[in-house]
């Protein structure tokens, strides 16, 4: 398997697992704070940022770097305010 495939399906990946998890959040099967959840959008970021950054599709991978901290700082903040 060539390594733009590997790229290729990486970024796939990333995109269903946002689909997976914005479904996920919109019929109310998890909460948009919860760790299924952020867990799934910093995954999904992670694989979409290799992706762009392959594509040299800067602003993309920037998109998707902010959307790695938000879900860090989501998580971050639970596990605070839980402790």
Do not use: E, F
């Amino acid at each position: 398997m060539s390594l733009y495939i590997l790229i290729d399906i990486l970024g796939w990946v990333g995109t269903i697992l946002y689909l997976v998890a914005y479904a996920l959040v919109s019929m109310k099967r998890v909460d948009g704070d919860s760790v299924v959840y952020q867990g799934m959008n910093i995954t999904a970021g992670a694989l979409l940022v290799i992706h762009a950054l392959c594509l040299r599709a800067y602003p993309s991978a920037g998109l998707n770097v902010a959307w790695i901290g938000i879900g860090m700082l989501t998580l971050g903040r639970r596990w605070l305010t839980r402790s």
